[in-house]
């Protein structure tokens, strides 16, 4: 089966060429002159005329069904891996979960029992060590060769999630020695607490009172003892997840400059969201975008640093920390508590789009679109270049990207299981057309035609940013 992809204008991390893609099975073969590729006949032609053609998106961080605050993330690998496939994004890595007190395998196993049979599109995953010990260090160096190659730690949610710097410490030496990548929820969790605390003895019960018990010096604080940290672990490569503030990312950017192995990304509601629109919105509405790291503040310069950051690669990587819940008993559990509304904000399926309308509000390049959310997560954990570049010997996972449509984001039209969006009524200048996955059209002009089950779980090597 030869499939080819016309007309289109290939954009790539370094430049953009008018070629046509020729696919065969599932593979990508050929970027053809359009001149020449007149000779080929095809059993199926896309028509990409006047379209961008784009590697499929890959979202480098997803919780799908994550029990989190006493529920669970709302979007299953069926429904979340659907949503991703109509927004662009052909591969997810979600983070399989090792409980504190559980055997890390036995998370991991958890973990493909819920994705294996489910997926709609190819998948990997990063793992969450709830804990740090002599067991959980051993199993590191065995799943770094079962192809999962990063280890998410928490800096915040004592009791829940939390590793003290001790057990960071030994966790990045392990990697340092595995070459796996250390991903870092940077926040000072213990100092979260106690402003927590205070703030719900005052009577501030509100939603936006979850940002401002989370101020952003106390993600810059950890961001930079994260990175002294891996300093002191022989320069551990370190990737810090849901950067959201000015000063968290000047520290990535010393950093970067003295040319360490520190990465880091951040994910859209921080590039359009904030604190006083969205967290601050009258009565419960707010909890709609309880997210951590937080939604940051209007009046400081957080949003236009980040995209800056972007531009520059002291951001890498735009990814969403897909973790949906919903209104209805699942945020309502925090009325009257902010502590206890579940953190996360779904995304998947809009981060493609979302992106690209910073190509059109000009804060960045057509290539660094496709770099930020193709290219450089797939190379970033080991999944180069069968992912993340359209070039011969390349998965045929590919986006038709109409620059001359319009997307309107609503939870009238979005596929995931969320009862409401957190972006209702932003109109984006741009649309998904159609998406193939490893040579499958599995959207077109709206219209789903893929399938649950036909998701590949993805081994992944080490970060291609290492030495
Ligand atoms: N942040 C969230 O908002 N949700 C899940 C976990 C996290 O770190
Ligand atoms: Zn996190
Ligand atoms: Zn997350």
């Known amino acids: 089966m030869t499939l080819l992809v016309k007309g289109g204008t290939v954009i790539g991390p370094t430049g953009t060429q008018r070629a046509d893609v020729l696919v065969q099975g599932e593979k990508i ?139 960071i410490l030994r966790a990045m030496q392990t990697a340092r020695e595995n070459g796996a990548m250390i991903m870092m929820h940077a926040e000072n969790g213990i100092a979260i607490d106690v402003l927590v605390q205070q703030a719900l003895a005052r009577g501030e019960t509100g939603p936006i009172h979850h940002g401002i018990t989370r101020p952003a010096a106390l993600e810059t604080e950890a961001t930079s003892r994260a990175i002294a940290l891996a300093e002191v672990a022989r320069d551990c490569p370190l990737y810090i997840v849901h950067l959201s503030a000015s000063g ?104 493609v789009d979302l992106i690209y309308q910073g190509v059109v509000d000009g804060q960045l390049s057509l290539e660094r679109w496709v770099e930020t959310i193709a290219t450089t997560p797939a190379r970033m954990f080991g999944l180069y270049p069968q992912k993340g570049i359209i070039a011969p010997g390349s998965d045929a996972d590919l986006v038709v990207y109409d620059p001359n449509g319009r997307t309107r984001i609503s939870v009238d039209t979005h596929h995931m299981n969320m009862d409401y969006s957190a972006y209702e009524g932003v109109e984006i200048q741009g649309r998904v057309g159609t998406v193939l996955s490893r040579g499958e059209v599995i959207v077109a002009d709206g219209n789903y035609h893929g399938r649950k089950g036909r998701g590949r779980y993805l081994r992944r090597g080490l970060s291609s940013y290492l030495v």
């Open 248 to 351: 968290a990312l000047e520290s990535v950017a010393q950093a970067r400059d003295a040319g360490r192995n520190v990465f880091a990304e951040t994910c859209p509601q921080y590039l359009y969201l904030t604190l006083e629109d969205q967290l601050g919105a009258p009565g419960f509405e707010g909890a709609k975008w309880v997210c951590s790291t937080p939604l940051r503040s209007k009046h400081e310069s957080h949003a236009k640093d980040l995209w800056k950051g972007l531009r520059s690669n002291d951001l890498a990587i735009v990814s969403t920390d897909h973790c949906p819940f919903c209104m209805k008993d699942q945020k309502e559990l925090g009325l009257g508590d902010f502590s206890k509304i579940p953190n996360g904000i779904g995304g998947v399926e809009h981060r």
């Open 29 to 167: 073969v050929a970027l053809l002159d359009p001149a020449f590729s007149g000779t080929i006949t095809p059993d199926e032609i896309i028509d990409a005329a006047g379209k961008y053609v784009i590697p499929g998106g890959i979202d480098a961080h997803t919780h799908m069904e994550l029990p989190f605050g006493g529920t669970a993330a709302s979007d299953t690998f069926d429904t979340g891996t659907r949503a991703a496939a109509y927004g662009g994004t052909t591969t997810i890595i979600d983070f399989a979960v090792q409980k504190t007190g559980e055997v890390v395998q036995d998370g991991l196993a958890a973990w493909h029992a819920k994705a294996e049979g489910n997926c709609h599109v190819d998948y990997a995953f990063h793992m969450i060590l709830g804990g740090v010990d002599d067991e959980s260090l051993k199993a590191m160096d065995q799943l770094v060769g079962e192809g999962i190659t990063s280890f998410k730690l928490f800096m915040a949610y004592p009791g829940v999630f939390y590793s003290d710097d001790g057990q």
